[in-house]
């Protein structure tokens, strides 16, 4: 794997149209991801898996890096501080996903998820002291008022499990800004190390003291009528899956610019929503369907937005 800068291409129109259809592929796989988080939900406790999520990453990028004769010291060497704090906020964004999928339905958790463009472009203003237009702050006004719309806070709908989606988008975007920081300056194998790496020795010393203690109950949810055949398999099959999502998505930007790209993230919430309804009988109702809209109209908004920089 060779050096990736995170930035929008500016290939012709099959290389567009690649980056395309790549993005809709990793969509696709991460949102299906999302529903097996869910179902193994049912089976193990959100620690057990986010802790394969991440072990199982950092198993398949060592077996990689053994055919390209490296050693894991040669990665570890690589893996700055910066870039390992980089790991560390995906993983703990994944960590909350994976909690709140556990108590949402899967649209719901989804569409809360995508006011991280909106939480992107407030701290851009603050970190990173970018000028953001009237464009991009009717965009963050309309992006809030989805997600209200959403999760109806004071309301009986509300659920506390919301509050770990939206500590999820905003834990992405500071992912996300991060990543703008270090662009270009590791290789995609570092990188890619580096987050199982993090999300390794951030769960394990507490997925130690939760089953010495019990503490967030058993990690394994027993039920003696049920085959664990297919559980165990989604739970090994879960890193390399989000693995290989993350690489087609990376692969997207390197070929189509990101202001094409940007609305086709909301794909996943498509594919999320016939998910929820096809395995776990999950129908959003009108509410979320107007704070769907309502994110996706600001989407566009800042996609829109993106349009005359690029090209300048």
Not at 60 to 77: G, P
Not at 267 to 281: P, Q, W
Request: hydrophobic share 55%.
């Amino acid at each position: 794997m060779t050096s990736v800068t995170i930035r929008g291409g500016t290939g012709g129109s099959d290389s567009v149209l690649h980056g395309v259809l790549l993005m809709v592929f990793g969509l696709l796989i991460l949102s299906s991801t999302d529903g097996v988080v869910k179902y193994l939900s049912e089976f193990f406790s959100p620690l057990t898996i986010s802790f394969f999520r991440f072990s199982v990453q950092l198993f398949i990028i060592l077996v990689i890096a053994l055919f390209q004769k490296r050693s894991w010291y040669s990665l570890l060497k690589e893996t700055t501080l910066p870039l390992f704090c980089r790991g560390l906020l995906l993983a703990l964004g994944s960590v909350f996903v994976v909690f709140a999928l556990k108590f949402l339905p899967l649209t719901d958790a989804l569409a809360i998820f995508f006011v991280q463009p909106v939480i992107l472009v407030v701290l851009s203003a603050v970190l990173l002291k970018e000028r953001v237009g009237p464009k991009r702050w009717l965009a963050v006004l309309i992006g809030f008022a989805g997600v209200v719309v959403i999760m109806r806070p004071g309301t009986g709908v509300f659920h506390p499990a919301s509050l770990l989606m939206l500590a999820a988008a905003f834990t992405f975007a500071c992912y996300l800004i991060l990543t703008r920081k270090l662009s270009g300056q590791a290789s995609q194998l570092a990188i890619q190390f580096a987050t199982g790496f993090a999300g390794t020795i951030l769960i394990l010393p507490i997925i130690i003291y939760a089953g010495l203690s019990g503490f967030g109950g058993d990690l394994i949810i027993a039920d003696q009528t049920a085959s664990f055949t297919l559980p165990v398999l989604f739970l090994f099959c879960l890193g390399g899956a989000g693995l290989f999502a993350h690489v087609l998505l990376v692969k997207a930007f390197e070929r189509a610019p990101a202001s094409v790209l940007a609305p086709i993230n909301y794909v996943e919430i498509i594919s999320a929503t016939i998910i929820g309804y096809l395995v776990f009988n999950e129908i959003p109702d009108e509410f979320v369907w107007l704070g769907v809209g309502l994110l996706i109209c600001s989407g566009l908004i800042l996609a829109h937005a993106e349009r005359k920089p690029s090209r300048t």
